[in-house]
């Protein structure tokens, strides 16, 4: 049974920061790409990072570039999310996502709140 479990979200002051963690099970995780999306409220889920399935190539969108770090270690089959510098439109719902191929799984996702 394919599970992507993400946790690690919470309230969060603007400037602070939170560590995402995404825990796979049920499927080859070293195989798989990697990536985090957020979606807030009437808006479309959007890419904010991917990480290759070795983790030697990352990608981020301009608007967490330098704020937000994506890592896996494929022995914990995990992966994380560092964001730092948080501000208040970061809030949304965080995803995980592993690509392989034409096999995608999502995970249930990890609500994210920057506010004072």
């Known amino acids: 049974q394919v599970q992507l479990v993400e946790s690690g979200g919470g309230l969060v002051q603007p400037g602070g920061s939170l560590r995402l963690s995404c825990a796979a099970s049920g499927f080859a995780f070293s195989s798989y790409g990697m990536s985090w999306y957020r979606q807030a409220p009437g808006k479309e889920r959007e890419l904010v990072a991917a990480i290759s399935s070795t983790g030697s190539s990352t990608h981020y969108a301009e608007f967490v570039k330098g704020r937000f770090t994506i890592s896996r270690e494929n022995a914990k089959n995990t992966v994380y999310l560092q964001m730092n510098s948080l501000k208040p439109e970061d809030t949304a719902m965080y995803y995980c996502?592993?690509?392989?191929?034409?096999?995608?799984?999502w995970g249930q996702g990890t609500q994210v709140t920057v506010s004072s």
């Open positions: 996502k592993a690509d392989r191929q034409l096999r995608t799984f």
